[in-house]
């Protein structure tokens, strides 16, 4: 089996909310999505990509998104 | 908020498994554990590292590593 490895991982992810990439937080260890104002964090490698799990980074954005997701999915 | 981007997320994601490090598998758009045999999708962007949803791509890796699982986790 031939396997093509591409480390630019980061151009193929996406918030599981928006669908819009995320960006590596280094510092706190954490995908970033600006779109939906959340970041999903990495435990001990493992990237967690569940909205219940992200961390808030921007309540306005978080809770415009939020509402959606909770209409779609009550 | 700064944020330090680094586009080399493959170099911090490990297997929840075995804990090795991780290769995208383009073609198929997996992440491959080798160590673990197992293959992790990535679907509509958002990897899903979970042990029950990889695919087995060695079968004798994957039942020794299944094995110690279970007997952790029965």
Same mark, same amino acid.
């Given at each position: 089996?031939? /396997?093509?490895v591409d480390?630019?991982?980061?151009?193929?992810l996406?918030?599981?909310?928006t669908?819009?990439?995320?960006?590596y937080?280094r510092q706190?260890n @954490?995908?970033?999505?600006?779109?939906?104002g959340?970041a999903?964090? /990495?435990?001990k490698g493992v990237?967690?990509?569940?909205?219940?799990?992200a961390e808030? /980074?921007?309540e /306005?954005?978080?809770n415009?998104? @939020?509402?959606?997701?909770s209409?779609?999915n009550?």
């Open positions: 089996m031939e /396997i093509a480390p630019k991982l980061l151009e193929i996406v918030c599981p909310l669908k819009t990439t995320l960006t937080d706190n @954490r995908l970033i999505s600006e779109a939906a959340l999903y964090p /990495i435990l990237p967690i990509m569940l909205i219940d799990g808030i /980074i921007d /306005i954005k978080a415009e998104f @939020r509402g959606l997701f209409q779609r009550p």
